[in-house]
């Protein structure tokens, strides 16, 4: 059953909140490792390798998941039940084919791979019912921790949220050279962290109340790779760990019970030069990072998170909440991960230094262009009284058939990005950007390598490049990652030509 040690703080339920705060406390010590018996052992998805027959094929189904209550819940994943597999696959030219056994249209879009609009997977890029879509990839950007998901014109929420997403891993196969854990599963591990919320019946519940389109959907059950309380196992030594947060809108703080550093080595846009030591590292939805751990001493961590600040006493629930998430906002655990002595370590050092590219643009930037995530209350003249919430980019909400601007090819542009009432993680499809400063001032480390989404709490100012074409027909996005306001309007798009 779902018990205690699963629960967030700061959900809707109070008498929960209550609860979890009071079996996991404000100050997390360390792991026992007695306490980590008998807890099932984590699984990771299946390895696609697409790296030397440049070939991949992904099946989106309906499937019946058990999270790990022991009850099945109504599903949807890529070649099995929830989620799907992690592709594995090289720079140069790879062949997807997708096919779609669901009863309404799906996409796949690659988030945070650089390629044409056209192989992009956005919303104008469709797979009806019983369809297949076809792609020819080509890739020639630096190794990244990638992911796919569906990004269904206004059903991107509720499909990536019953599991349409996966991991994608791009290598060059140097990481041996680079001295990095690369063993998939056993010191490589790939982890998609995900909150979801179950019914009083124990199945997934995807209950789309007022306040959850304002804050976005989140659960009170924190998921690893769609399982719930796992516990994975590392040499002792070096193990590496590649984050994702598939959630569709909470922000993660995460940190190490008993204190010890993670160690930065990529962002969302690949390898840093050197590793940076992070004592917490913010990871909003959309984001992936990639950090060491030293696990020489053989003591077994648990990796915790502060509760959402979008949901919590810096939110706008805070304002009504109050006083619970003023007295009980804490920390939740995520995953225990205990050492195997049985397990040969390959790695016992953390490197010096990593080839990652430096992320100063040398081209200057030309034109400038703001833009406001808005949010807000709207009085709406047919429903009488009532105001229901809106969601926009600039003040206007997304509409399928119009453009918003177009950027010349081989152009490089400043974007200032500025967020209303929430901190929304920000997204934009066909490039990477270099994150120059955060409200003014240096970005935090996490922000230290190439980004594609980026939390923005106040303002950001941002420099990319466009190098990869967009039509007006197939453009490229760019929007919020909590998924309910991206659904709702918070997204625009453009050509590049
Ligand atoms: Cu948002």
């Not at 720079?91 to 992009?120: F, R, Y």
């Not at 643009?361 to 807000?376: A, C, D, I, K, W």
């Not at 466009?466 to 306001?485: G, N, Q, S, T, V």
């Amino acid at each position: 059953m779902i018990n205690r040690r699963n629960l967030l703080v700061g959900s809707a339920a109070g008498a929960l909140t209550v609860g979890a705060a009071a079996w996991i406390g404000k100050q997390p010590g360390k792991t026992n490792a007695a306490t980590l018996t008998g807890r099932p052992r984590l699984r990771y998805p299946p390895l696609l390798d697409a790296s030397s027959n440049r070939n991949f094929g992904l099946s989106a189904q309906y499937g019946m998941h058990d999270f790990g209550s022991g009850i099945g819940s109504s599903t949807a994943g890529f070649d099995q039940p929830y989620l799907g597999p992690t592709v594995l696959f090289k720079p140069g030219e790879t062949h997807a084919q997708i096919s779609n056994a669901l009863k309404e249209d799906i996409t796949v879009h690659w988030h945070g791979l650089i390629v044409p609009g056209d192989q992009d997977g956005g919303p104008h890029q469709p797979i009806s019912p019983g369809g297949k879509w076809s792609v020819n990839l080509e890739v020639d950007q630096p190794p990244a921790t990638l992911w796919y998901h569906s990004h269904s014109h206004r059903r991107t929420a509720v499909q990536v949220y019953h599991g349409l997403a996966g991991m994608m891993i791009l290598t060059d196969g140097l990481d041996k050279e680079r001295g990095l854990p690369n063993s998939y599963g056993t010191d490589d591990l790939a982890l998609v962290f995900q909150d979801r919320r179950f019914g009083s019946d124990g199945k997934l519940s995807y209950d789309l109340g007022m306040m959850d389109l304002m804050h976005g959907f989140t659960g009170e059950v924190a998921t690893v790779n769609g399982q719930i309380d796992a516990v994975a196992t590392v040499p002792r030594g070096v193990a590496r760990l590649r984050l994702l947060n598939g959630s569709n809108a909470r922000i993660y703080e995460l940190f190490i019970d008993d204190g010890r550093p993670m160690h930065l080595i990529a962002t969302d846009g690949g390898y840093i030069p050197e590793p940076i030591e992070l004592d917490s590292l913010t990871l909003s939805p959309g984001e992936r990072a990639e950090v060491l751990i030293d696990f020489s001493d053989g003591n077994p961590i648990t990796i915790y998170s502060r509760d959402d600040p979008n949901q919590g006493p810096a939110g706008m629930m805070g304002r009504v909440r109050g006083l619970y998430d003023t007295l009980f906002a804490s920390s939740f655990p995520i995953l225990s991960i205990p050492v195997d002595d049985r397990i040969p370590a390959r790695v016992t050092k953390i490197p010096d230094a990593l080839d990652g590219n430096s992320i100063a643009q040398e081209r200057e930037s030309g034109r400038t262009r703001s833009l406001t995530l808005n949010m807000g209350m709207r009085r709406m003249m047919r429903s009488g009284q009532s105001e229901l919430p809106f969601f926009a980019i600039n003040n206007n909400a997304y509409e399928i058939d119009k453009l918003n601007f177009s950027v010349p090819i081989g152009s490089t542009e400043r974007w200032i990005i500025r967020s209303e009432m929430l901190s929304h993680p920000f997204h934009v499809h066909g490039t990477r950007f270099q994150v120059v400063s955060e409200n003014g001032s240096d970005p935090r480390p996490e922000y230290a390598g190439w980004k594609d989404t980026v939390l923005v709490s106040g303002s950001v100012e941002l420099k990319m490049s466009f190098d990869k074409p967009a039509r007006p027909d197939k453009p490229f996005m760019f929007h919020c990652h909590i998924l309910e306001h991206e659904d709702n309007g918070m997204m625009g798009q453009f050509s590049v030509g």
